[in-house]
């Protein structure tokens, strides 16, 4: 089993920054991480991934150049730094683990955080 708790979400302005991070415990050896949003009214969508040894890290095109995925494997953590924020990144956050060493942009992750708000004002 694996847990997950997500911290670091909050309101800005547009044009902020914000950083998330995502506490494991439990086995995350050789797994993806990956960050997801979902807006109200919307379905849950994928933001960015990253393996276990950073060799892949994919993200969304709506978030690419803007936001920035980390892990730090020793202390079972995975960031977002989120930059140029806009009103549209508007949404729940969620963390999530697959126990496999690729990155998916479906929902076909193993395990989900609980989820932080985070409000961007224009």
């Known amino acids: 089993q694996v847990q997950l708790v997500e911290s670091g979400g909050g309101s800005v302005q547009a044009g902020g920054s914000l950083r998330l991070s995502c506490a494991a415990s439990g086995r995350t050896f050789l797994s993806t991480m990956a960050w997801f949003r979902q807006a109200p009214g919307k379905e849950r969508e994928f933001v960015g991934g990253?393996?276990?040894?950073?060799?892949?890290?994919s993200y969304a095109d709506s978030v690419k150049g803007r936001f920035v995925i980390s892990r730090d494997n020793a202390k079972r953590t995975v960031d977002l730094q989120m930059n140029s924020l806009k009103s549209e990144d508007t949404a729940v956050y969620y963390c999530?683990?697959?126990?496999?060493?690729?990155?998916?942009?479906?929902?076909?992750?193993?395990?989900w955080g609980q989820g932080t708000q985070v409000t961007v004002s224009s």
């Open positions: 990253i393996t276990w040894g950073g060799g892949t890290i």
């Open positions: 999530a683990v697959k126990q496999s060493n690729v990155v998916v942009t479906t929902l076909d992750y193993d395990y």
